[in-house]
């Protein structure tokens, strides 16, 4: 986030001020506010913008203070809003709307003409950027606290909201309101809105995408458009190859086989070697029942690339579902001398393809060697083969990993 300049409102120990009548005074108030007297400083701007006399001029127009007593009255009410202290806390039901319609009453009669209303302790002016940061600021930790601690989405979205009202066109927050806290709050809409305006200010997070991606895919059951979202995040994140994966899988759960291929088939003629778009060519290849053809592809994008562990469990669960086969048939088999008989052929088989499909589960286990479902999946390959030192050493293994083997 764009760094913040925070104004202090130090809160000071509560004491009661004189009961004397209160007048109309911006400079009190402004003072009152200073001292961290939120309550006393409420007491006087209320008073002051509620006097004809003090806002009017004796031509009926707003009086040379109006402006900033509009201004002053919005930043203690956006104080009160964000204070942690209880008892200024609880001065208001809630102190944006308020101040959201002071400010707007400010910036009619002023036009942002003054860029400092509010002056330091030694009176020198505070800009008013810095005041609309300090606000943002003391709205978004509100807002950060609800969505981390109190794991109330809604009531961080909201202030999250509030944040945007006083730096509308800060990337950070733009990004964090559409990619986080609307689509906790299950406001979609909203974080469609959030994140295109982010998007629209320079804006290229790739998660932002995939938000976007999953409401118009998923929620919204709009394919077109998910489609143009996953282009435009390819062209802004060049070098994330998920997006074409996630591209190529929508194309296949929508049967749509004759468009990935050209889409996969077209990044090859441009860059042959791009062993991503090989990979994504063993998916539509497998997808599409091909799955010689499939274990080719893959297999050059393991030699090409031996840490491909995508490919590497590719041709594993491959070669292992050909050695299912044969041991599906031998499970259907009965107790006969003949059944028996047969048994011993298809074990023959099967310890065959078995020894196949090792190596890619072997390579599997290298590249990510806590991967349990893989340490599971060595663990029936060395029983069926009856390597008893290597069933022994993948058990001690998945014990370390806090697995319950027998």
Not at 33 to 44: F, P, Q, R, V
Not at 48 to 62: C, I, R, Y
């Amino acid at each position: 986030m764009k760094k913040i300049v925070v104004l202090m409102f130090g809160v000071l120990p509560f004491v009661a001020f004189s009961q004397k009548e209160i007048k109309p005074n911006v400079g009190n108030a402004e003072k009152a506010l200073k001292a961290g007297k939120l309550d006393e400083a409420k007491a006087i701007i209320d008073v002051t913008t509620a006097s004809q006399e003090f806002m009017v001029d004796k031509k009926g127009n707003p009086s040379k203070s109006a402006a900033k007593a509009w201004y002053l009255k919005g930043v203690i009410y956006a104080a009160i809003d964000t204070t942690k202290v209880t008892k200024f806390k609880s001065l208001v039901p809630e102190g944006f709307p308020v101040a959201k319609e002071a400010f707007e009453k400010s910036k009619q009669l002023d036009n942002d003409k003054t860029p400092a209303f509010l002056s330091d302790a030694l009176g020198l002016p505070i800009m008013n950027t810095q005041v609309s940061g300090a606000m943002a600021q003391s709205y978004f930790e509100q807002a950060v606290k609800a969505y981390q601690d109190d794991k109330d989405f809604k009531k961080a979205f909201a202030y999250t909201e509030k944040t945007l009202y006083f730096i509308p066109e800060d990337t950070s927050i733009l990004m964090n309101a559409g990619v986080f806290f609307a689509p906790a709050a299950e406001d979609f809409d909203k974080a469609v809105e959030y994140i295109q305006k982010y998007h629209a200010r320079g804006g290229k997070s790739a998660d932002s995408y995939i938000v976007l991606v999953d409401i118009f895919y998923n929620k919204r059951k709009n394919t077109d458009e998910a489609i143009k979202i996953l282009q435009q995040a390819k062209k802004a994140n060049p070098g994330n190859k998920d997006f074409a994966q996630t591209e190529l899988s929508i194309y296949l759960n929508e049967k749509k086989y004759d468009v990935a291929k050209q889409m996969v088939e077209a990044s090859l003629k441009e860059n042959p070697k791009d062993n991503d778009q090989l990979y994504l060519l063993g998916r539509l290849q497998q997808e599409m029942g091909e799955i010689e053809k499939a274990k080719a592809t893959y297999a050059k994008v393991l030699a090409a690339d031996p840490k491909n562990f995508d490919a590497a469990a590719m041709l594993a669960d491959l070669y292992w579902k050909d050695a299912k086969v044969e041991k599906d048939k031998m499970s259907a088999l009965g107790n006969s001398k003949a059944d028996l008989a047969k048994a011993i052929e298809i074990d023959k088989i099967y310890v065959e393809k078995l020894k196949t499909a090792l190596p890619y589960v072997e390579a599997c286990e290298k590249i990510s060697p806590d991967d349990v479902n893989v340490l599971y999946s060595l663990l029936t390959i060395y029983g069926d083969l009856d390597i008893q030192a290597s069933v022994n050493r993948v058990k001690k293994r998945l014990k370390t990993l806090g697995e319950e083997v027998d």
